[in-house]
């Protein structure tokens, strides 16, 4: 390590505090802490990086007095760089987007740096292009740290950054949470802990395609740092924007603490991996202060506060709007069902499961819900199936819908008002097609009937799709039939010779056919919830062509929008991959039911990971889901259970904030990860008054107001307090072992309460029992 003699301000580069994280600690089992790198001079962790970069020139004669300093920068990496030339006098030429803050620019300057400004759309690519055009052009006269590919960048981390983490913890850090700009933090971070502690997990947090979260990068939609290594790493995480930003204003209003968007998405990273592990000590990194952000979205104080009550991030508008319905309080939704020809994977169980937790919240709010869930019953797949398995069509998907409505059960979600199945409303859709045809939107052609896409230029509006980019048979519903346009889809299409034997067909005016897949949907929507309704459910992964086809149909046939809010589940994934058959990586709900999980265990697994964010199937994810629920368990056995004992002070504003904390989590788009830190703080706070036991109306009080919200969550299991006199002798007979040191006997008479299906837990005020739950129980 380069010992450092300077007798200036660049003496207090580093050495910044690490802070505990408190109310936004989902877990009382992990400590999280905050390594407050705003503390550093220039005011951010890229102080670190400029001193390293422009030291290590300077040793090595490529920085010379007459070379002026020249950098592509999005803000901070330009601060710190501008603080150190202005300390060693060298002359600074940053260049940057204009998109970056107002408030940065203003540092820059104060210290003495000149400012090129590039198109705001370029991003930080258009001033790295502008920054090596000048470096072509006039070498001799430019001296470029080139932030992204030098090693004094991750080198600044892995000698200084690294070990003040290492000591500041006295070893005791698991885990390290670092954001991807440059990746110079990352990297540096990774190298020390792989080679000096490689039980340290460093996870690297990276924004979505399109990202607003100044400072960072996707390392797909930008150039790609040459110092990026992304197998160093243990582990990289996506966060989305509205995520980011909102944990960074929940850190100033809950914590105290200041801080940026990359800051906002490091904690949020934090905040997911303290709910995911049992136990631990979290270090994640804030890379700067919130005051240069002040001319941003970010803290605006111009924005109309949102209303009380939900909001949902719409598809359609790409942003969260206030649930108004159309008929108050009546609320019409409507969701993509199974396709009855399998089992219901995880990808289908988790879109169940949301559009239950949906249907709960509003009901909880006091609407009167109608929820249809359609069963497609008659398409490529089942007709296949079917033939395949040598029985009726009706048979087949008779067989898989009721077990389709079997796993609903035991997934603790409740029955939809309507399961319509495609079959029963041929007619309907036979109208539709009708109507398309005489208004010129939709053509026959070999006795297909088509959609005319040409007619409707608001086509693809929801999934923003170009249509001169569509990949005939990827892209587009896959036929056999001659269209006039590729991207025309079928409405109604010519009956094969196998489905015409099977008799897997309707005569119709245009010849013998079947419907569809697109309007099929459209038929059943209109039939139970009118022209237009609130709400439509499904997953991202139908939104093109599928979802984007329905709206067509409807707007064509209505000239209405045929849903106001569209909300879409992001995928489930097994090791980086969508689950899907091609993939040969589907796990089906019956799969994990005979591991010996429960419907329950796989519904908190399913909705604790927030809807929209992708969801990582393995059995390590899930067995730490089983963990966290666990808790939730052990806490409501051990306040039934509880002797009598003192009130409470403080309950009734701690009941209060729990409350308004999980319902305004739940409102804000079903965050659900969000409502449950509100229960675990709130369980973080009980549990050690409760060593003395509870007066039994404070008792009943919790229980209750746990029921309330278990009314959305439908995870949590209460239970009355049993009585067995023999049980309760043995138990005595087992704490007089203990008090006697007789730990065999007492060991004994636990083994044979086991054996009698009683489990015993050694609570502070004495042992506690219930009759072991078994997974049956629970399907």
């Known amino acids: 390590m380069r010992v450092r003699k300077r007798g200036n301000i660049l003496d207090l580069v580093g050495n910044t505090p690490l802070v505990p994280i408190h109310r936004l600690n989902p877990n009382p089992r992990v400590t999280i802490l905050a390594k407050l790198e705003s503390k550093n001079p220039g005011g951010s962790v890229k102080d670190r990086i400029a001193l390293s970069m422009i030291e290590a020139a300077e040793e090595t004669g490529e920085l010379t007095p007459e070379k002026i300093v020249i950098e592509a920068t999005s803000g901070n990496t330009g601060i710190g760089l501008a603080m150190v030339c202005a300390v060693k006098g060298y002359r600074c030429l940053l260049v940057m987007s204009e998109g970056a803050s107002i408030e940065r620019r203003k540092i820059m300057q104060a210290y003495g740096a000149e400012i090129y400004l590039t198109p705001a759309e370029k991003s930080t690519d258009g001033a790295i292009e502008e920054v090596y055009a000048r470096l072509r052009a006039e070498p001799q006269r430019y001296f470029c740290p080139d932030q992204f590919n030098n090693e004094n960048n991750w080198r600044a981390h892995y000698y200084h950054t690294a070990p003040e983490i290492w000591e500041a913890t006295q070893g005791k850090v698991t885990h390290i949470v670092a954001t991807m700009g440059t990746t110079g933090t990352l990297m540096g971070l990774s190298r020390f802990f792989r080679e000096r502690a490689p039980e340290v997990k460093v996870i690297g947090v990276e924004p979505y395609y399109g990202h607003k979260i100044q400072g960072l990068k996707n390392m797909k939609e930008s150039y790609k740092p040459g110092i990026f290594n992304r197998r160093l790493p243990h582990r990289i995480v996506n966060v989305h924007d509205e995520e980011a930003f909102e944990m960074a204003r929940l850190l100033a209003k809950k914590e105290g603490i200041f801080v940026g968007m990359s800051s906002g998405a490091a904690m949020a990273a934090a905040y997911n ?29 111009t924005e109309e506060v949102p209303p009380r009550g939900p909001r949902f991030y719409n598809t359609f508008s790409r942003r969260k709007e206030s649930f108004e319905p159309l008929n108050p309080p009546r609320v019409g939704i409507y969701s993509c069902g199974p396709t009855a020809y399998e089992l219901a994977h995880l990808g289908l169980c988790r879109r169940v499961v949301v559009a239950d937790i949906l ?13 249809v869930m359609n069963i497609t019953d008659i398409d490529d797949k089942t007709i296949a199936a079917a033939l395949k398995a040598g029985v009726s069509l009706e048979e087949l998907t008779n067989h898989y819908t009721a077990e389709f409505l079997q796993d609903v059960d035991t997934l603790k979600a409740k029955r939809a008002s309507y399961y319509p199945r495609a079959r029963e409303h041929i007619e309907d859709m036979v109208e539709i097609t009708r109507k398309l045809l005489k208004k010129g939107l939709a053509y026959v052609k070999y006795q297909s009937v088509y959609f005319d896409i040409s007619k409707l230029p608001e086509y693809g509006k929801l999934s923003r799709v170009d249509l001169d980019r569509i990949q005939v048979g990827k892209t587009v519903d896959l036929d056999d039939y001659d269209k006039d346009s590729p991207v025309d889809f079928t409405l109604f299409k010519r009956s094969t010779l196998p489905e015409l034997r099977h008799g897997l067909f309707y005569t119709t005016e245009w010849g013998n056919v079947r419907p569809g897949w697109h309007i099929e949907c459209v038929a ?33 046939l209505t000239g209405k929008p045929l849903a106001r809010y569209w909300l879409h589940s992001a995928l489930v994934y097994v090791d980086g991959q969508k689950m899907s058959r091609s993939a040969g990586n589907v796990i089906t709900l019956r799969d994990l039911l005979a591991r010996g999980y429960t419907g329950r265990q796989v519904r908190f697994f399913l909705l604790r990971t927030h809807y929209r964010k992708p969801l990582n199937f393995s059995y390590q994810a899930l067995e730490a889901a089983c963990r966290a629920l666990e808790r939730i368990d052990s806490f409501l056995t051990r306040l039934t259970f509880i002797p009598d004992g003192p009130r409470l002070e403080g309950l009734d504003t701690a009941i209060a904030q729990l409350k308004e904390d999980f319902l305004d989590a739940l409102d804000d788009d079903l965050n659900v990860s969000r409502a449950l830190g509100a229960i675990f703080s709130f369980i973080h706070w009980l549990n050690p008054k409760m060593d003395k036991g509870l007066a039994p109306d404070v008792r009943e009080k919790i229980l209750e107001v746990f029921k309330e919200l278990d009314q959305i969550l439908a995870v949590m299991e209460f239970m009355e307090r049993p009585s067995d006199p023999k049980i309760e002798e043995l138990i005595k007979c087992r704490e007089e072992a203990r008090a006697k040191g007789n730990y065999a006997e007492a060991d004994r008479l636990r083994e044979e309460l086991k054996k009698m299906g009683v489990e015993v837990v050694d609570a502070p005020f004495g042992p506690i029992w219930r009759l072991k739950r078994r997974p049956e129980d629970e399907r």
């Open 273 to 301: 991996l303290a709910r995911e592990i049992e136990e631990g000590l979290i270090v994640t990194i804030f890379p700067d202060g919130g005051e240069r952000y002040l001319s941003t979205p970010l803290f605006s104080l």
């Open 524 to 556: 059943m929507a209109m039939k139970y919830l009118g022209e237009t309704f609130d709400i439509h459910t499904s997953g991202t992964d139908l939104i093109f062509p599928h979802h984007e086809n329905e709206i067509a149909i409807a707007q064509a």
């Open 359 to 371: 249907r709960r919240l509003l009901e909880f709010r006091g609407y009167d819900v109608c929820h």
